[in-house]
Each structure stands twice: as C-alpha cells, then as structure tokens.
C-alpha cells in the first residue's frame, strides 16, 4: 500500500517546483492540492527565461511525461550567449556555433508554466490563496489564507519560494547575503524602444561585465528583454540609498552614477524601461544546514535552498527536488512519510549545499576585475 494513499496532500505556491511536484504525484494518484496566491492562471509572469539542464529541470519534466509538451514550447536560439564588456564590444559570440547539441534549452516562464497547468486534473490549483498560517490538525494541518479561507492537509510542502512563511516551522536557518544587490527592470517591444540593446542579444541573452559590475540582459518570447544589473553592495543598500525604484529617472540618474565609463548603448534599457524597477538583495541559504525532519511537513526549492541566480540553478534545483521528493512519497521504498521525508531532505541537502557553493564562487567572480576571464573559462 502507498505510504501516502487516502492522504491530502497541500503543496504551497505554484511555482515551477510546486507545479512539477503535483503533476509526479496525481501520476501516482494521490490526492494533492496546490495553492497559489496569484490571483487567477492569467497573472501576468515576470522573470526571464529558463535555461533547464537536461540533469534536473529537463529530468524531471521527463519523467513527468511533458517532454514533448516542452518541446513544442521552448525557445530555439534562446540560450544563444554574447559576452560583451562595458563598451558592448562583443568578446565571445555563441551565435556564431551552429549545429551542435543543445544541452540548456530556454523556456519562457510563462508558458513552462502553462504546461505543467494543463498537465493538472482540473480544480488542482486553487487561486487566490495567499498563506497566513497553520496548526497542527489530528495528524496533519489546517492551513489558513489571507483570503480568509481554511484547508485541511495530512502532508503540507511548502514551495513557497525565497520568502517562504512556511520554512520557519520547519527551520530557523536564516540565508546570508550574498554580497550583490539586483536591479531588474524590462523593455516590451524592445525592437522598436530599445532597438540597438535588441539588436546586440539577437534573440538571446547578453552578459555585460567590467568594473566588478555586471548587466544582463535576457529575450523573451513576447518581444520584450528582461535586464538584472549587479553590483556589489551592502545589504540594506536599497533602504539607504534613498532611491524611489518605481521613479525611472532616479534609476537612470543612479545607473549613470555607478556605472561610470560604460557606453551609453546600455541608457536605451533604463531611459525604455517599463513600470517599476525591483531590487533584490542576493541571499544564499548556508551550504551544510540540517535539520531534523518532520513527520508531515517538508520544502522545496528556493523555501529550501535559495541561492543567487548566477549559476542559472534555481528553477532546476525546485524541479529536481520535485522528482525526488515526488519518487520517495511514491515508491515502495519507505514504511511511512516520515522517513520518506528524511530520506529526500537528506539528499535534497547535500546535493543543493554543493550547488550553493558553486553559485556563491560564481557570484563572487561575476562581480569581480576578474569577470570575464571567469565566463571565458566556463563557456569558452
């Protein structure tokens, strides 16, 4: 007998490690809930794309049975990279390899997120559910949502992502900063507001470093570009610095101020730029945190493991713990949830302490004089 059959099953946030997570279990029949906060399927998705690796995003959606979904979805030529320095010279063009194998394909998060929805059994996702709350219940949980509503859980998981208000009931491990603040803006039609930054990631993504400061700027399917500016700061930099983020001409006059010396193709982004920027300090989880688990309750993803996105793991790190986590509450493996549980964390944890060390040291040298040697090295 399953260890989670007649068992509700609540898996918190629908995200891309959540969504995954759902559909590997309604697979193996088990009675799963996701709940969302987002206020219907059609919010609108921010972000760049998504490079998955074909030994944790794209494995997970394998074994999901999405692969020819994906297929029909994702974007050829996206992973195509430029790196340029702070004139926008062009040091490596990756548009000039044709043919050989891709092993990074990118998908917008929009529609890898429409996939993995219309792989759910209908009413699967409940929207609006933003979570407050919860108690222990029999021998599970009650789960409350700002929305007012209640729900009843025998298992909770929490996919929550980077801010999860589910992790400190399983944890009070906090994640450190990690030296480099974000700003993140993005340009729609950007072939006709922002045409020579468009011109120059041709469809893929551009890395633009020098000065210990770095600009990347990512395609989207829909004709817009997603841009992250990186610079090493101090933590509470976006607090102090006084700068209204939702005021464009603050960041412009900001970007020129630290940005000194580069080329003023890259205003066209700032001087185009929609809506508001965002800042985003960059956290990292510590690499050897442990814990003990619990009988009903465990985490996935950025809840579990945040890390900068400078090694482009995030997003495959969720869905392969999706996979694992997915394997060891349906296989035969384990008398019950509990050591199901333990047995996932464990591995979950080794596995993603390794990948945060490695996405700390590429953080740190993406951010240094050093910068571009280091890109030369990984994809040169």
């Excluded at 898996?11 to 969504?19: E, M, S, T, V």
């Excluded at 729900?151 to 944890?171: C, F, L, M, Q």
Aim: hydrophobic share 40%; glycine share 8%; net charge negative.
């Amino acid at each position: 007998m399953s260890i989670i059959q007649h068992k509700k099953i609540a898996i918190i946030g629908g995200g891309p490690g959540g969504l995954t997570l759902a559909r590997i279990l309604q697979m193996n029949n088990a009675a799963v809930t996701v709940y969302e906060r987002d206020i219907n399927r059609e919010a609108r998705v921010q972000g760049a794309t998504l490079d998955l690796h074909e030994e944790s995003g794209l494995k997970a959606l394998e074994e999901a049975g999405l692969m020819d979904a994906f297929r029909a979805s994702y974007r050829p030529g996206a992973d195509r990279l430029r790196i340029v320095d702070k004139h926008a010279a062009i040091i490596l063009d990756d548009h000039e390899n044709g043919g050989e194998d891709r092993s990074r394909p990118e998908i917008d998060r929009g529609p890898l997120k429409e996939i993995l929805l219309d792989s759910l059994e209908p009413d699967t996702v409940v929207w609006d559910s933003q979570f407050v709350s919860m108690l222990p219940h029999q021998h599970g949980w009650q789960l409350t949502f700002k929305n007012g509503s209640t729900a009843i859980a025998d298992i909770v998981i929490a996919a929550d992502g980077a801010n999860s208000k589910i992790r400190p009931y399983i944890t009070p491990i906090q994640p450190f900063y990690a030296g480099v603040t974000v700003v993140e803006g993005a340009v729609y039609d950007a072939s006709t507001m922002c045409p020579n930054i468009n011109a120059l990631v041709k469809g893929g993504k551009v890395f633009a470093l020098g000065d210990a400061q770095s600009l990347i700027v990512s395609s989207k399917g829909d004709g817009s570009l997603a841009f992250y500016t990186g610079v090493n700061t101090d933590e509470n930099w976006y607090k102090t610095s006084n700068i209204n983020f939702s005021d464009k001409t603050q960041v412009l006059a900001w970007f020129k101020a630290t940005f000194t010396g580069w080329d003023n193709i890259w205003l066209e982004l700032f001087e185009n730029a929609n809506a508001s920027f965002i800042p985003r300090p960059q956290c990292c989880m510590p690499f050897d945190q442990t814990w003990n688990a619990l009988p009903n309750l465990t985490m996935l993803g950025d809840a579990a493991h945040l890390m900068p996105p400078y090694a482009g793991e995030g997003v495959n790190m969720a869905m392969l713990d999706a996979l694992e986590l997915g394997r060891c509450l349906t296989g035969e493996n384990f008398p019950d949830v509990h050591s199901a549980i333990a047995a996932y964390e464990k591995q979950m944890r080794a596995r993603a302490g390794e990948t945060a060390r490695i996405t700390m040291e590429s953080t740190a040298a993406l951010h240094s004089e050093h910068a571009v040697d280091f890109m030369m090295r990984i994809v040169g």
